[in-house]
């Protein structure tokens, strides 16, 4: 790709706030509210309209990994197909789909792919595919080769069979539920509900469904040779009790079933789910969420691969025949010859994770390290970053920009186009990080913090957490970050943490503050409020949905789904719903930049334009024009001549409403300055008023 190449996404947003006369607002209230979502009708939301699009010519996410004899196979979102001789050098196909692609399998002679809408597609090379007729519309999860026929499953009980790829018929499983998982031991097909339910067939014409079910949340199986081995999550088990952990069982027949291990007492970051499990001849690997890799030579005893814990979420793992290749969510593509040590093969990941302002433009950070900037959240440009590392968050301090990601990478640049590469002195991936006003506080995975008072020399501390930590922020006197497990833990200096007791297992994926309380968000509709970041609430949603990110505008509080569902709260109690963001696929962060609100997925990026500010109905006038400039000790003020000549006074806000700064009684002066030694570089907001007009301007303060 061009590294120069500018994207147009074209971004529109439009909103009209209407307010009763009578209605009282600070000044920052209503220049934060103007930028918001949707604006106050009543007591509701208006209705709002967001469009967007993307700075990456494409993207999709990868699914499914398969061996097919001579070549590897990756499927994916948006009918993704790639090929790969090795795993080094890929090739994307022509799939002549956009569904979304789960499974692909070799049966000697032909690749057969299943996915979304009852969707097969077949090739004898990887290079030409064609669509076969299925006779079903429903989501299929999986296909397997079974010795004289290929069988394919997937949701409200589909089973399909057939015995060259060509024609497929549709069978009778005697159940509803949702298939995952399936695999074929010499004798019989088995077949996995994400439930735990086990169905068997000798012949894939009849099925039977076992008496012992895995109750939990199931999603692989596979045929030792000896036994089956399916792993999954079972609930309130651990030291602690409530914590939904991974499990492994064992099966000499598919019919009696034993634990054989779990891993919440060892291992408590590991609370999601393994993805896939393969067998190799000699022993089993299985890979899962939070970059989990695990192997066995006989399914009992197991242990955790050391060196990749820190890749997130993989989903499917192969066996060559001399080496393992694992793929996960976001493209990352791992291999191994021995299931322990693992080597990251070249991968497309791609895929937005953090935007920040930065006095005058949005910079985006994405995996495969890409880096874009944009003046007007319209037009973005891809710069050159200097790494192929996942970069996860970036931040402005006010006077540089600073990226962390995969592997303790810590990027730092003045203007978002020059980038330099800083030691962090770790290998864990760092997921955050958080300007506090005088000092960089970065988390990620493990017990592991950095802080930084230049960007350049990081000091490294122990937050107590077991696990990945999420998303961190700070008020004027404590540091939080929250992550995995319902963990929380804060700091008041980011040295020293305490691990807090939220009182959850639930994941939190995001946290802020708003000037008066916390606020996390997070997995199953969970929302955490807290005044101090020690004592937490738990409030409800009235939603089941998973929150990604949570941000706070000045006026109200608001979070988004991974669905792009937009959630609303003025005081972090009770909630409503609006949304959701248009046509979006999954959302990962919103947040506010003190100007403009901006909401971005994976690929898209959504945002509202600042002159929105002008159709307001209020006394503000924040069209009229303020001019500043900036010296070491000073900031300059020119006034508008709609306010020369009245008794004036001026003051800095904080962007959480914090009165920094006063100057009072300010006579008739066309300009003046305002002392700011004492302020640390940041964003705020300067108001000016007198007896009958006020008038608002953000600003950076930067030396």
């Given at each position: 790709?061009?590294?120069?190449?500018?994207?147009?996404?074209?971004?529109?947003?439009?909103?009209?706030?209407?307010?009763?006369?009578?209605?009282?607002?600070?000044?920052?209230?209503?220049?934060?509210?103007?930028?918001?979502?949707?604006?106050?009708?009543?007591?509701?939301?208006?209705?709002?309209?967001?469009?967007?699009?993307?700075?990456?010519?494409?993207?999709?996410?990868?699914?499914?990994?398969?061996?097919?004899?001579?070549?590897?196979?990756?499927?994916?979102?948006?009918g993704?197909?790639?090929?790969?001789?090795?795993?080094?050098?890929?090739?994307?196909?022509?799939?002549?789909?956009?569904?979304?692609?789960?499974?692909?399998?070799?049966?000697?002679?032909?690749?057969?792919?299943?996915?979304?809408?009852?969707?097969?597609?077949?090739s004898?090379?990887?290079?030409?595919?064609?669509?076969?007729?299925?006779?079903?519309?429903?989501?299929?999860?999986?296909?397997?080769?079974a010795?004289?026929?290929?069988?394919?499953?997937?949701?409200?009980?589909?089973?399909?069979?057939?015995?060259?790829?060509?024609?497929?018929?549709?069978?009778?499983?005697g159940?509803?539920?949702?298939?995952?998982?399936?695999?074929?031991?010499?004798?019989?097909?088995?077949?996995?509900?994400?439930?735990?339910s086990?169905?068997?067939?000798?012949?894939?014409?009849?099925?039977n469904?076992?008496?012992?079910?895995l109750?939990?949340?199931?999603r692989?199986?596979?045929?030792?040779?000896n036994?089956?081995?399916?792993?999954?999550?079972?609930?309130?088990?651990?030291?602690?009790?409530?914590?939904?952990t991974?499990a492994?069982?064992?099966?000499?027949d598919?019919?009696?079933?034993?634990?054989?291990?779990?891993?919440?007492?060892?291992y408590?970051?590991?609370?999601?789910?393994?993805?896939?499990i393969?067998?190799?001849?000699?022993?089993?690997?299985?890979?899962?969420?939070y970059?989990?890799?695990?192997?066995?030579?006989?399914?009992?005893?197991w242990t955790?691969?050391?060196?990749?814990?820190?890749?997130?979420?993989?989903?499917?793992?192969?066996?060559?025949?001399?080496?393992?290749?694992?793929?996960?969510?976001?493209?990352?593509?791992?291999?191994?010859?021995?299931?322990?040590?693992?080597?990251?093969?070249?991968?497309?990941?791609?895929?937005?994770?953090?935007i920040?302002?930065?006095?005058?433009?949005?910079?985006?950070?994405?995996?495969?390290?890409?880096?874009?900037?944009?003046?007007?959240?319209?037009?973005?440009?891809?710069?050159?970053?200097?790494?192929?590392?996942?970069?996860?968050?970036?931040?402005?301090?006010?006077?540089?920009?600073?990226?962390?990601?995969?592997?303790?990478?810590?990027?730092?640049?003045?203007?978002?186009?020059?980038?330099?590469?800083?030691?962090?002195?770790?290998?864990?991936?760092?997921?955050?990080?958080?300007?506090?006003?005088?000092?960089?506080?970065?988390?990620?995975?493990?017990d592991?913090?950095l802080?930084?008072?230049?960007?350049?020399n990081?000091?490294?501390?122990?937050?107590?957490?077991?696990?990945?930590?999420n998303?961190?922020?700070?008020?004027?006197?404590?540091?939080?970050?929250?992550?995995?497990?319902?963990?929380?833990?804060?700091?008041?200096?980011?040295?020293?943490?305490?691990?807090?007791?939220?009182?959850?297992?639930?994941?939190?994926?995001?946290?802020?503050?708003?000037?008066n309380?916390?606020?996390?968000?997070?997995?199953?509709?969970?929302?955490l409020?807290?005044?101090?970041?020690?004592?937490?609430?738990?409030?409800s949603?009235?939603?089941?949905?998973?929150?990604?990110?949570?941000?706070?505008?000045?006026?109200?509080?608001?979070?988004?789904?991974?669905?792009?569902?937009l959630f609303?709260?003025?005081?972090?109690?009770?909630?409503?719903?609006?949304?959701?963001l248009?046509?979006?696929?999954?959302?990962?962060?919103?947040?506010?930049?003190?100007?403009?609100?901006?909401?971005?997925?994976?690929?898209?990026?959504?945002?509202?334009?600042?002159?929105?500010?002008?159709?307001?109905?209020?006394?503000?006038?924040?069209?009229?024009?303020?001019?500043?400039?900036?010296?070491?000790?000073?900031?300059?003020?020119?006034?508008?001549?709609?306010?020369?000549?009245?008794?004036?006074?001026?003051?800095i806000?904080?962007?959480?409403?914090?009165?920094?700064?006063?100057?009072?009684?300010?006579?008739?002066?066309?300009?003046?300055?305002?002392?700011?030694?004492n302020?640390?570089?940041?964003?705020?907001?300067?108001e000016i008023?007198?007896?009958?007009?006020?008038?608002?301007?953000?600003?950076?303060?930067?030396?």
């Amino acid at each position: 790709m061009n590294r120069l190449e500018t994207f147009n996404i074209g971004v529109v947003f439009a909103l009209t706030l209407d307010l009763p006369d009578e209605v009282e607002m600070s000044w920052f209230k209503t220049l934060l509210l103007v930028c918001v979502l949707a604006g106050l009708a009543g007591n509701g939301f208006a209705q709002n309209v967001w469009t967007g699009g993307t700075p990456y010519k494409s993207y999709a996410d990868l699914y499914s990994i398969a061996w097919v004899g001579n070549q590897i196979v990756v499927v994916g979102d948006k009918g993704e197909i790639s090929t790969s001789p090795d795993g080094l050098d890929w090739t994307k196909r022509n799939s002549g789909t956009t569904k979304f692609l789960t499974s692909a399998v070799w049966k000697g002679d032909l690749i057969t792919v299943v996915g979304d809408s009852g969707t097969i597609l077949t090739s004898p090379d990887g290079i030409v595919w064609t669509k076969r007729t299925s006779g079903t519309s429903d989501f299929l999860t999986t296909v397997i080769w079974a010795d004289s026929q290929l069988v394919a499953v997937g949701t409200k009980g589909t089973i399909l069979t057939s015995p060259d790829g060509l024609d497929w018929t549709k069978r009778t499983s005697g159940t509803s539920e949702d298939f995952y998982s399936a695999t074929w031991t010499g004798n019989q097909v088995v077949v996995l509900a994400i439930s735990g339910s086990i169905l068997t067939s000798s012949n894939g014409i009849l099925w039977n469904k076992g008496t012992q079910s895995l109750s939990g949340d199931f999603r692989s199986i596979t045929w030792m040779g000896n036994q089956l081995v399916a792993a999954g999550v079972l609930s309130g088990v651990g030291s602690s009790g409530g914590i939904d952990t991974v499990a492994i069982f064992i099966s000499p027949d598919g019919i009696t079933w034993m634990r054989s291990f779990t891993w919440a007492n060892q291992y408590p970051e590991l609370n999601q789910v393994f993805s896939s499990i393969v067998w190799t001849g000699s022993q089993v690997v299985a890979v899962g969420s939070y970059g989990a890799i695990v192997t066995s030579p006989d399914g009992r005893i197991w242990t955790l691969s050391g060196n990749d814990r820190s890749h997130n979420h993989f989903i499917s793992v192969i066996w060559t025949g001399n080496q393992f290749v694992a793929l996960g969510l976001d493209g990352v593509i791992l291999a191994s010859s021995d299931g322990t040590v693992w080597t990251r093969r070249a991968s497309g990941e791609r895929g937005l994770t953090s935007i920040t302002w930065a006095d005058s433009q949005y910079i985006a950070v994405g995996r495969g390290g890409d880096v874009f900037t944009s003046k007007n959240g319209v037009a973005w440009t891809i710069q050159t970053s200097g790494t192929s590392e996942a970069l996860f968050a970036v931040t402005w301090t006010g006077d540089q920009l600073v990226a962390v990601g995969r592997d303790g990478t810590i990027l730092t640049s003045p203007d978002g186009i020059i980038w330099t590469s800083r030691s962090s002195g770790i290998t864990q991936d760092l997921t955050s990080i958080v300007w506090t006003g005088n000092q960089l506080v970065a988390t990620g995975w493990g017990d592991t913090a950095l802080t930084s008072h230049d960007g350049i020399n990081w000091t490294k501390s122990l937050t107590g957490a077991r696990t990945i930590l999420n998303s961190t922020t700070s008020s004027d006197s404590q540091i939080v970050a929250v992550g995995a497990i319902g963990t929380i833990s804060s700091s008041l200096d980011g040295l020293h943490w305490t691990k807090r007791n939220s009182g959850i297992t639930e994941e939190l994926h995001s946290v802020t503050w708003t000037g008066n309380q916390f606020v996390a968000v997070g997995y199953n509709g969970t929302i955490l409020t807290s005044p101090d970041g020690i004592t937490w609430a738990k409030r409800s949603s009235g939603t089941i949905a998973t929150f990604s990110s949570v941000t706070w505008t000045g006026i109200r509080l608001l979070a988004v789904t991974d669905h792009g569902e937009l959630f609303f709260s003025t005081d972090g109690i009770e909630w409503g719903q609006r949304g959701p963001l248009g046509d979006v696929a999954s959302m990962r962060e919103i947040i506010w930049t003190g100007g403009h609100l901006v909401a971005f997925g994976n690929d898209s990026i959504f945002t509202s334009p600042q002159d929105s500010v002008l159709k307001t109905k209020s006394s503000i006038h924040t069209q009229d024009f303020i001019v500043l400039r900036q010296t070491q000790s000073f900031l300059f003020v020119s006034l508008p001549n709609s306010i020369q000549g009245h008794k004036t006074c001026a003051s800095i806000y904080s962007t959480y409403g914090h009165k920094v700064l006063e100057v009072d009684d300010i006579k008739s002066k066309e300009s003046f300055a305002i002392p700011t030694t004492n302020i640390s570089n940041g964003q705020y907001f300067l108001e000016i008023k007198d007896t009958n007009r006020r008038i608002t301007h953000p600003f950076w303060l930067m030396r």
